[in-house]
């Protein structure tokens, strides 16, 4: 573990974040490629994915609170989520991205901005 402490801890929230919306958004979306499998088994699948996202999650938001404020924590995890999602559905789902998906995520990261800029 000594590994983990040379690591500043913006990095390694930013890391354990992406690793967590990985995890998340393929047990809310991966099943949607297998749509003849029942819904329990869907639902069941998808909290054993999700146990692995709340290993990484919770662990990220605890590290980084404090360097963070909650506000950028949460911001910091919708950017990633949705960048996550956007080369999820692109890759695994085939879906193209259109012009509207990457306006109104622009948006989202110039909101970004102004949540982080220290006014």
Do not use: C
């Not at 690591?7 to 390694?12: A, E, K, Q, S």
């Not at 930013?14 to 995890?23: C, D, E, K, P, T």
């Not at 890759?91 to 991205?97: D, I, R, V």
């Amino acid at each position: 573990m000594d590994f983990f402490k040379n690591i500043p801890v913006p990095v390694l929230t930013v890391l354990l974040l992406m690793l967590s919306n990985i995890f998340m958004t393929f047990a809310w979306y991966g099943h949607l490629r297998y749509k003849g499998l029942a819904l329990p088994v869907v639902i069941l699948t998808s909290w054993g994915i999700a146990f692995f996202e709340y290993l990484l999650q919770v662990p990220a938001n605890r590290l980084g609170y404090g360097h963070f404020s909650a506000a950028e924590l949460k911001t910091l995890q919708e950017i990633i989520s949705l960048t996550v999602f956007m080369l999820f559905s692109t890759l695994w789902l085939g879906e193209g991205l259109r012009w509207n998906h990457i306006l109104g995520f622009a948006l989202i990261v110039l909101a970004a901005w102004v949540i982080f800029k220290k006014w």
